[in-house]
């Protein structure tokens, strides 16, 4: 699906959305959020856009609606590019990094916007420019451990392994009883081979929340028993 079909179907909904003979609105923000998202999901992304933009036009303050507008450019970026068409594969791209500034803009905390917006970088092949976002995250956003992990994985992917070691230990320095910053620093012992490390660490993730994603998994790998609460 083209740019101009896009900004059609876009402009056609708002239309249809703001005007009802009274002029008043036929949705509420809930009801405009629920419709993108089922058509997010069924990979209807350009009318899912224009449900998200009518969303943020319901209320303008939610980075919401913006942060899933850029969602669904990314997912044609990435068709695009798998349709070898390059030109509208970036096109695509530079919305998504346009509506995850936006998201951003509304909420400057709004830790996935910021990922999406590493992701939208890395999409468009420029990998400098995702570690500046997560610099940028990191310092000032907040020291929360999420935007640190955010940071350790730019700078495992750049292969920067101190950096990214560096980065997910301060997320657990700051946030100890935080699971996910116990599991990817494991998880990078892992990757790095380093299995005594890797394991105190997943174990800890498991002890505080014995479904984290990939923990078990990780564990069992390693040929580590979970250990139980009452066995410590």
């Not at 992990?149 to 657990?172: E, M, P, T």
């Not at 116990?182 to 012992?189: C, S």
């Amino acid at each position: 699906m083209d740019v101009r079909r896009v900004a059609a179907i876009v402009a056609i909904a708002c239309a249809l959305q703001t005007f009802t003979g009274c002029g008043k609105p036929t949705s509420s923000y809930q009801d405009l959020m629920r419709e993108g998202l089922t058509e997010y999901d069924s990979g209807g992304y350009a009318e899912a856009i224009a449900m998200f933009k009518n969303a943020s036009e319901a209320d303008r303050e939610r980075p919401e609606p913006s942060y899933y507008i850029g969602l669904c450019y990314m997912k044609m970026a990435d068709r695009q590019f798998r349709e070898d068409d390059l030109p509208g594969a970036l096109r695509y791209c530079d919305r998504a990094l346009g509506a995850f500034e936006a998201a951003v803009g509304a909420f400057p905390g709004y830790a996935r916007a910021v990922q999406g917006k590493a992701d939208a970088y890395k999409l468009k092949g420029e990998n400098q420019a995702a570690l500046r976002v997560a610099n940028w995250a990191a310092a000032y956003v907040g020291p929360q451990a999420k935007m640190l992990i955010l940071k350790g994985r730019q700078y495992a992917q750049a292969g920067d392994i101190d950096n990214a070691q560096l980065s997910f230990k301060q997320a657990v320095s700051i946030e100890d009883a935080n699971p996910a910053a116990h599991a990817e620093l494991g998880l990078f012992y892992m990757r790095c081979g380093n299995r005594p490390k890797a394991i105190e660490h997943l174990q800890r993730a498991y002890d505080l929340n014995p479904g984290a994603p990939e923990v078990l998994a990780a564990l069992a790998k390693l040929g580590a028993t979970p250990r139980t609460p009452t066995q410590k």
